[in-house]
């Protein structure tokens, strides 16, 4: 019998019970319309898929290679002391995500089967090694390498070999779709506990629909008639913004020890409370853009505040620090 899924996604209503109890980071709702005021005619409300280092043939095959890479598209800050990785790709370097998907476009250039769940299965580290070979190390490699192997062998398992068995079952719902990809995968369950109750997050397996959602620009395999449903993908990138406008801010042992560098530890108490509070600013962000008239969904408000993030402007306080395979 298959399984059954909810018609919704649980994010909104747990991080919203984090938000309400929250102790160490605070919410500040007034300062939603001033940013909007000063930033907002920065948003664009349809994103688009084109740059030389996203991969797109219009078939399949591109559903395949964006589910690759949103298996590993997390966590690319380097290590005090050690430089950012870098991979350079068509005559000049790319860093961070970017970086991710030049190489990734990279080794399809170069014949590496990425597409391939046996492959990805069965990769040696070596080869994933060379893959990202580059200025630096990117770091968790030996976590991606594992995630990757879990990713080949639930799609030759349960999915007949080939994600798009998964995106077909969810009937052109990105929740279904999302919901379906959580419950495969375990590296995409990106849960926490705070206070006894769960949290859901989901960033990747979110990512992953929009990035469909974009990559076919609605169409296709990005045919998804409920993709307003999609919620902010909580990052570090997106509350170090929300901080410099004033919409989060933390009590003043976790703003030093953020000021510090220090890691957070992943689920904890403090890590929890700023996903929540960014995923709870952006739904607000959103309600202040309808306001002015403006249809503005989650993904594009969360594409609109990691722009802003691009800015030196809003790198003057640093993001928080959680190695973790969830973003």
């Not at 939603?32 to 948003?43: D, E, F, M």
């Not at 043939?57 to 997390?74: K, P, Q, S």
């Not at 990805?120 to 968790?140: K, V, Y």
Request: charged fraction near 20%; glycine fraction near 6%.
């Amino acid at each position: 019998m298959p399984m059954a899924f909810p018609s919704k996604l649980p994010v909104l209503d747990s991080v919203k019970e984090v938000v309400t109890n929250s102790r160490q980071v605070k919410f500040h709702s007034h300062q939603l319309s001033p940013a909007v005021s000063r930033w907002g005619h920065l948003l664009e409300t349809s994103g688009s898929w084109e740059h030389p280092c996203h991969f797109f043939d219009g078939t399949a095959e591109t559903v395949r290679w964006i589910f690759v890479l949103d298996v590993l598209n997390h966590c690319f800050w380097p290590d005090e002391g050690n430089p950012v990785w870098t991979v350079s790709f068509q005559g000049r370097d790319w860093s961070g995500y970017w970086g991710l998907a030049a190489a990734l476009k990279r080794a399809l250039e170069r014949d590496y089967p990425l597409t391939d769940p046996g492959y990805l299965a069965t990769m040696p580290s070596a080869d994933l090694r060379e893959i990202f070979a580059g200025n630096g190390e990117i770091p968790m490699l030996g976590e991606r390498l594992t995630n990757l192997h879990e990713a080949g062998q639930v799609l030759q398992e349960r999915l007949s070999g080939d994600i798009v068995h998964l995106v077909e079952q969810a009937c052109g719902s990105a929740v279904q779709l999302v919901l379906r990809v959580v419950a495969a995968f375990r590296s995409f369950r990106d849960e926490a506990c705070y206070h006894g109750k769960p949290v859901t997050f989901w960033k990747r397996a979110q990512i992953f629909a929009a990035d469909l959602f974009h990559a076919f620009s609605g169409k296709d395999w990005g045919a998804f008639d409920d993709i307003h449903q999609l919620t902010a993908f909580a990052d570090y990138k997106l509350p170090q913004v929300l901080r410099h406008l004033g919409i989060i801010a933390y009590v003043p042992d976790l703003e030093r020890r953020i000021d510090r560098r220090e890691l957070l530890p992943p689920g904890s108490e403090e890590e929890v409370e700023i996903r929540a509070a960014t995923i709870h600013a952006v739904e607000g962000l959103c309600q202040v853009f309808r306001q002015s008239q403006v249809q503005a969904t989650a993904m594009a408000v969360d594409q609109w505040l990691w722009r802003l993030g691009q800015m030196e402007v809003f790198r003057t306080k640093p993001y928080h620090l959680c190695r973790t395979i969830f973003y």
